[in-house]
């Protein structure tokens, strides 16, 4: 099992930034990546961005890439969303998962471990 605590969500307006954080634990050595997901009402969960936890590669959604920045700390076992130049359509709940596969790393459904979510919202 892996223990999942999200924090840095609120309301900001358009342009201005949040960073998110997501601190594991439990059997953390099962994860091969960590995601951020987001799901907005009346829509689909999507992928926002993923890093592999040993060799920290990253990957993001074409909406977000050079907006967004995933990292993460390996000694903390927290990984962090740097959210910039946000925008309305940004509004959603924020999720971090664990997956313990190496591939498929956009697909929510193969993410075992979720956080509680944190809201983020963007006004215009």
């Known amino acids: 099992q892996v223990q999942l605590v999200e924090s840095g969500g609120g309301l900001v307006q358009a342009g201005g930034s949040l960073r998110l954080s997501c601190a594991a634990s439990?059997?953390?050595?099962?994860?091969?990546?960590m995601g951020w997901f987001r799901q907005a009402p009346g829509k689909e969960r999507e992928f926002v961005a993923a890093?592999?936890?040993?060799?920290?590669?990253?990957a993001y959604a074409d909406s977000v890439k050079a907006r967004f920045t995933i990292s993460r700390d390996t000694v903390k076992t927290t990984v962090y969303l740097q959210m910039n130049s946000l925008k309305p359509e940004d509004t959603s709940v924020y999720y971090c998962?664990?997956?313990?596969?190496?591939?498929?790393?956009?697909?929510?459904?193969?993410?075992?471990?979720w956080g509680q979510g944190t809201q983020v919202t963007v006004s215009s």
């Open positions: 890093i592999n936890w040993g060799y920290g590669s990253r």
């Open positions: 439990g059997r953390t050595s099962s994860i091969y990546y």
């Open positions: 998962a664990t997956s313990p596969r190496s591939t498929s790393l956009r697909d929510y459904t193969l993410y075992d471990f």
